[in-house]
T-cell receptor, first 113, second 112 residues
Framework: EAGVAQSPRYKIIEKRQSVAFWCNPI?????LYWYQQILGQGPKLLIQ????????DSQLPKDRFSAERLKGVDSTLKIQPAKLEDSAVYLC???????????FGQGTRLTVV | GENVEQHPSTLSVQEGDSAVIKCTYS??????FPWYKQELGKGPQLIID?????GEKKDQRIAVTLNKTAKHFSLHITETQPEDSAVYFC???????????FGQGTRLTINP
C-alpha cells in the first residue's frame, strides 16, 4: 500500500514570499491532517479535514496560513506571506477515520530566509 | 488543553540493554496514547499505541505501560539494536488520531 505522499521535499523562500505544499493521503483515508514540526520539537496540529470539510483549525494562523482539500482527496497548505518563524517541517498525515491510527508522510522542510 | 511532557530529551544505551522513555499528560479525558519513531529526514512512524482501557501492551521488543491514575505512560525497548537509534515521540488524544498532542521527543542513541 502506498504511503502518504508530499511534495516538494525541500523549499527555501525569502520572507514575505508565498509557498504551497501538496499532500496525497493513503487511498481511502477520509481524515487528513497537517502538522508543523519546528526543529527539536514534536509535531503540532495545524488543521484536520474529514473528507473535504474542516474539523479543527483552531491552531492554524489564519492570517497567513490556508488549507484546502478539494474533492476530499489531495490537500494543499499555503503560507502567504511567510515569516522567518515559519521555518519548519510541514507534515501531512492521514487516517481511515478519526479514531484510528495516523500515518505520516516524509514532510516538506521549509526554510524562510 | 492537553499538555504532554516527555523525558529524557536524550538517552544513550549500550546495544543489548533496555531503554525506557516516560511521558506525562494533563487531560484526564485523554484515552489514546501512541508512540512514534522518527528517523532523520523521515516522517514519524507509529510503533505502538495503547488505549485507556488497557494497562500494558507488548509487541516483540517494544512495550508500553499506562498508569491512568498518575497520568503517565512509558515506552520500553528491550534488547536494543543499532537500528533503534532515532527520535521517539509520545502523544495523547481524547479520540484516536485526531487532536494528537505530542511530547518534545527523546533522541535515543544505541552504542555498539
Amino acid at each position: 500500500e502506498a504511503g502518504v505522499a508530499q511534495s516538494p521535499r525541500y523549499k527555501i523562500i525569502e520572507k514575505r514570499q508565498s509557498v504551497a505544499f501538496w499532500c496525497n493521503p493513503i487511498s481511502g483515508h477520509a481524515t487528513l491532517y497537517w502538522y508543523q514540526q519546528i526543529l527539536g520539537q514534536g509535531p503540532k496540529l495545524l488543521i484536520q479535514f474529514q473528507n473535504n470539510g474542516v474539523v479543527d483549525d483552531s491552531q492554524l494562523p489564519k492570517d497567513r496560513f490556508s488549507a484546502e482539500r478539494l474533492k476530499g482527496v489531495d490537500s494543499t497548505l499555503k503560507i502567504q506571506p511567510a515569516k522567518l518563524e515559519d521555518s519548519a517541517v510541514y507534515l501531512c498525515a492521514s487516517s481511515s477515520d478519526r479514531n484510528t491510527e495516523a500515518f505520516f508522510g516524509q514532510g516538506t522542510r521549509l526554510t524562510v530566509v | 488543553g492537553e499538555n504532554v511532557e516527555q523525558h529524557p530529551s536524550t538517552l544513550s544505551v549500550q546495544e543489548g540493554d533496555s531503554a525506557v522513555i516516560k511521558c506525562t499528560y494533563s487531560d484526564s479525558a485523554s484515552n489514546y496514547f501512541p508512540w512514534y519513531k522518527q528517523e532523520l529526514g523521515k516522517g514519524p512512524q507509529l510503533i505502538i499505541d495503547i488505549r485507556s482501557n488497557v494497562g500494558e501492551k507488548k509487541d516483540q521488543r517494544i512495550a508500553v505501560t499506562l498508569n491512568k491514575t498518575a497520568k503517565h505512560f512509558s515506552l520500553h525497548i528491550t534488547e536494543t539494536q543499532p537500528e533503534d537509534s532515532a527520535v521517539y515521540f509520545c502523544a495523547a488524544s481524547t479520540g484516536g488520531a485526531q487532536k494528537l498532542v505530542f511530547g518534545q521527543g527523546t533522541r535515543l542513541t544505541i552504542n555498539p
